[in-house]
């Protein structure tokens, strides 16, 4: 079965900082991963994902993550923190028949001004 | 595109008493999942659908909950017999077959049983 494990239930970073969350995930077969962003009141975007190919991904918004297969992680970063950025962050790991989603308990990000 | 829409946005319901809530995919994504998230844990996978069929339902699934996608577009989830511990956020995702994974998602239904 996969699993996903997100390190750390709130990161606070100051505006122009940088930002790192952590996600490390198991899985029997090679994994399609996801980071998902959560709004208030909004429902889950889609930020970034890895399938195949280039192990650091870009996504919306400046963020990027890197797949490191040999660490199970696939962490999700920003060089610089704007008080936008501030929401909730999921990780979520795929490859199972039918592309169910398997996800984190999510990351609350504050920025601090 | 005009994206995923969940009906109602907000329900609140008393002990009991069934509720239904309703989604509606992307018109050309066959596939279509519900999730329930609760406050501080991650979305939890309910059940899924490739068109009209139900193709896998989760153990949380218990048999009070429903889920149906009879012309194989918009789908709806029944809860019977409402419990406090149903008091969650439904989530509705759609995909396409053969897409790399990523699901689209809507803004949910808001479930509170008093």
């Known amino acids: 079965a996969q699993s996903v494990t997100q390190l750390g239930s709130h990161v606070s970073v100051s505006e122009g900082a940088l930002v790192l969350l952590r996600c490390n995930y198991s899985?029997?077969?090679?994994?399609?991963l996801f980071w998902y962003v959560q709004y208030p009141n909004q429902g889950l975007q889609l930020l970034l994902k890895?399938?195949?190919?280039?192990?650091l991904v870009k996504g919306i918004n400046g963020f990027e993550a890197e797949f490191k297969k040999s660490e199970t992680s696939f962490h999700l970063t920003k060089p610089s923190a704007h008080m936008s950025d501030a929401a909730e962050y999921f990780c979520?790991?795929?490859?199972?028949?039918?592309?169910?989603?398997?996800f984190g308990a999510g990351t609350i990000l504050r920025v601090k001004s | 595109d005009t994206g995923v829409s969940q009906d109602p946005r907000h329900k609140i319901t008393k002990r009991g008493q069934n509720v239904t809530f309703r989604c509606d995919p992307i018109?050309?994504?066959?596939?279509l999942y519900w999730y329930r998230q609760t406050l501080g844990q991650g979305p939890e996978f309910l059940t899924y659908?490739?068109?009209?069929?139900?193709?896998?339902k989760s153990r949380l699934l218990s048999d009070r909950f429903s889920a149906e996608r009879p012309k194989g577009s918009f789908s709806t989830l029944e809860i019977q017999r409402t419990e406090q511990g149903d008091s969650a956020m439904y989530l509705c995702?759609?995909?396409?077959?053969?897409?790399?994974?990523?699901?689209?998602f809507g803004e949910g239904s808001r479930l509170t049983v008093l």
């Open positions: 979520a790991v795929s490859r199972e028949y039918g592309n169910k989603l398997v």
């Open positions: 899985s029997s077969v090679p994994p399609y």
């Open positions: 890895y399938t195949t190919g280039a192990t």
């Open positions: 018109s050309e994504h066959n596939r």
């Open positions: 659908f490739q068109n009209e069929a139900q193709l896998e």
């Open positions: 995702a759609s995909a396409r077959t053969g897409a790399t994974g990523e699901l689209f």
